[in-house]
């Protein structure tokens, strides 16, 4: 697994696969994300994103060796839910590990996601969006080249939700990391991407550019027809589309 040699790509990933067993997950998979690049992974459930996504973040040591992956130093990654450490507060979660003269970096990021003032309390007095408000700050301060987000949001409410996604925009524009969001949500894809895989036996079998300036909103022909279109690679039919 070669390190990151300065190439022009946040990410290049060559000739990747993964099996489990019998069963080949990540088929000879080719990727480049361009620096600030925001990519969503679709797939059905099963498909392999999860497996994906762990390999670039460096956490599958299987896949060393079936091809070559190179992936900037400074990444961090995003789960589904929070991993706060309980014992604590939420400034020392977000600057553990770093060093005393990063300690005012994380109060702006924790400034950045809304929770000034909240430096002292405990994961355990927070809401499950307010312990992801705390991950991602705990992640933008260390200013990451590529951010690997694993359905991040898919834990919290709709309204929340929604209100995550307006964050991650502003944060992302902000600070250009290139991304690469696991997800299950249409929607949610395609109101944050500018480039949309979906992943399906083992292969990447979309490749879509999402060039929607201005606000994504269903209603706007062009948002629908991706829409109609990530949903027929991911295998709804029409009518379940319609309804959908
Ligand atoms: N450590 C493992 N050992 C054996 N099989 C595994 C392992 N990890 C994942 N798999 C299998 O690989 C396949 C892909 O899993 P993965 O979690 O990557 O899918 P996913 O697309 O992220 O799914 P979901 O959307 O449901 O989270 C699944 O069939 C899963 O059971």
Redesign the pocket.
């Known amino acids: 697994m070669a390190p990151h040699a300065g190439s022009l790509n946040a990410v290049e990933v060559r000739r990747l696969t ?1 099996r ?2 019998p ?1 080949t ?1 990540l088929d000879d998979v080719d990727l480049d994300i361009a620096p600030g690049e925001f990519i969503a992974l679709l ?12 390999a670039l973040a460096g956490l599958d040591y299987e896949v060393a060796g079936t091809g070559s992956l190179a992936v900037p130093d400074r990444l961090s990654v995003v789960f589904q839910d929070a991993r706060l450490l309980p014992w604590r507060n939420v400034i020392q979660n977000v600057t553990l590990g770093l060093s005393g003269a990063r300690q005012q970096a994380g109060r702006k990021a924790l400034a950045e996601v809304g929770l000034a003032g909240r430096e002292t309390a405990w994961p355990i007095q927070l809401s499950g969006g307010e312990q992801q408000r705390v991950a991602l700050a705990r992640s933008l301060v260390r200013e990451p080249a590529l951010l690997l987000a ?2 991040p949001f898919g834990a919290l409410d709709a309204l929340t939700r929604l209100k995550m996604h307006g964050l991650l925009r502003e944060l992302c524009a902000r600070h250009r990391p290139a991304v690469l969001l ?1 997800t ?1 949500d249409v929607d949610e894809a395609i109101s944050l991407a500018d480039r949309i895989l979906v ?1 399906d036996r083992g292969r990447f079998i979309e490749d879509l550019a999402v060039d929607l300036p201005g606000r994504r909103r269903h209603g706007d022909p062009r948002f629908d027809a991706i829409r109609s279109q990530l949903l027929s690679r991911l295998g709804v039919d029409a009518d379940e589309r319609n309804a959908a």
């Not at 797939?43 to 762990?54: A, D, E, M, Q, V």
């Open positions: 993964r489990f067993g069963t997950i797939g059905k459930s099963g498909s392999g994103k999860s497996t994906f996504l762990r694993d359905e696991v299950h992943l």
